[in-house]
């Protein structure tokens, strides 16, 4: 380390600034074989004094976590070190990054903390819980192993925890990684990315990539890997709710958070998964000034009551928040389809978007054509019916109907899209908000 702080007085925990591919980083290390990890009372101190200096000294944090817990030994003092340790975190959360890795098990307060987090990167072979499978199988009757309990693979699939899920010994090279596109603290810029990508590149292939057919499937990624600078994507939570794709990239040099409807999966429509992935995302990237730039192609939100019992309102709401108070310049591309409260979530100009775009391809209504005359021609014959949805198709599903109401701002070549985009990007790099005091609003949760 090149500036060390302190060290529990177990051993369990360092603290100290660390150059990270030339960034200084707060770097907290909760690591020790010993007692298999568990911390005493010293240790968090140690925790709370690192992230401390931290929001003191406008540093990242970097927390690498392997350990049971709380040591039982020292009894309820052990659990208040760790509620000082979640309390200093919650403070740093907004005001620096927060990068977790974990490289072992983080199971109850530790748990907690990767939850804190801002980017969580888990190893293949770590495991993370607040209750383990004792408590389980003694309150449930269920057994069940730490790993198909708390394991990575569950944590990047089922409960969207882990950001990236990879092989043991390379976890803080992909959190660096991640930290390259990230500002030091809230009051800094995003950092150029250096790239030799013309920004004037052609992105016919882009366009090209979109099926024939309207309800044809393809992989968003490729789109977005056509667009962006170099080809170079860092997608976060790939496994879970993978019918919205978000990640950092780089066009023109600019750090950008990118967000895109996948219609691999579920057609890209939106549940509350994906609802929750995109909220979280945009909240971070407005927290530390990242750009974001929307692709869309959504029919709409998943319907299903299973959805609606569990709350698709307020998650779907979540989505809403988040944009419409999001202040960073905001990109919006519609690629194909945009329909229903789906259109309005993803980043319209109803929610304070800066630059609204569409490719000639996009289709902006309140719902597809078929729907539509199930609703308006009940009961017609083939022929009406066939008549009206030719009709709607072609009064409705274009772009040009939304721009001459000035809900598109252009409609662009898909072959452009990249030099657009840039250019945008370039016109927002002195965009700022003057935010009314308050203390803070209230988010659907």
């Not at 925890?161 to 991640?178: F, K, N, Q, R, W």
């Not at 429509?269 to 929750?276: G, K």
């Not at 750009?291 to 709401?317: C, N, Q, S």
Request: with cysteine; charged share 20%; proline share 6%.
């Amino acid at each position: 380390m090149d500036l060390q702080l302190r060290a529990g007085a177990s051993g369990h925990v360092t603290a100290g600034i660390v150059a990270l591919e030339g960034r200084s980083a707060m770097l907290i290390s909760a690591d020790s074989p010993r007692r298999r990890g568990a911390l005493a009372p010293a240790d968090s101190e140690t925790i709370v004094a690192g992230l401390q200096t931290a929001l003191a000294k406008r540093l990242p944090v970097v927390l690498m976590l392997s350990s049971s817990g709380a040591d039982a030994n020292y009894g309820v003092a052990a659990l208040h070190g760790w509620g000082e340790a979640a309390r200093v975190l919650v403070r740093c959360s907004g005001v620096v990054p927060i990068l977790a890795g974990v490289t072992g098990q983080a199971i109850s307060g530790i748990a907690l903390l990767i939850g804190l987090s801002d980017i969580v990167v888990m190893s293949e072979d770590a495991y993370a819980f607040v209750s383990g499978p004792v408590p389980v199988r003694e309150m449930t009757g269920v057994a069940i192993g730490p790993d198909e309990l708390g394991g990575a693979s569950i944590h990047a699939s089922a409960s969207g925890t882990a950001s990236a899920v990879t092989p043991a010994g390379e976890v803080l090279d992909v959190l660096t990684e991640m930290l390259g596109y990230l500002p030091s603290h809230c009051d800094e810029l995003p950092p150029l990315i250096e790239t030799s990508d013309p920004r004037d590149r052609p992105t016919p292939e882009a366009g090209d990539l979109l099926p024939s057919q309207p309800t044809g499937a393809y992989d968003v990624r490729d789109i977005i890997a056509e667009l962006i600078d170099d080809g170079c994507f860092v997608e976060l939570r790939a496994a879970w709710a993978p019918n919205l794709v978000t990640g950092f990239a780089s066009m023109g040099g600019y750090a950008v958070g990118v967000l895109a409807n996948q219609p691999m999966s579920i057609a890209g429509t939106l549940d509350i998964a994906a609802s929750q992935k995109g909220a979280r995302f945009v909240n971070f990237c407005d927290a530390f000034g990242l750009p974001l730039i929307t692709l869309v192609d959504t029919p709409g939100f998943y319907p299903g009551k299973d959805l609606e019992w569990r709350g698709m309102i307020r998650h779907g709401a979540q989505l809403a928040f988040a944009y419409a108070r999001a202040t960073v310049p905001r990109v919006a591309v519609v690629l194909r389809k945009s329909y229903g409260g789906a259109y309005i979530v993803m980043d319209s100009k109803t929610m304070g978007n800066d630059v609204y775009l569409a490719w000639p391809s996009a289709e902006l209504a309140v719902m597809g054509a078929s729907q539509a005359a199930q609703i308006l021609r009940r009961g017609a014959d083939e022929g009406e019916v066939a008549e009206y949805v030719s009709d709607y198709e072609d009064t409705y599903l274009n772009p040009y109907v939304a721009a001459e109401r000035g809900y598109v701002d252009n409609v662009i070549d898909p072959a452009v899209t990249r030099r657009e985009l840039i250019d945008t990007l370039d016109m927002l790099a002195t965009k700022r908000e003057r935010l009314r005091h308050r203390r803070h609003d209230n988010s659907p949760l």
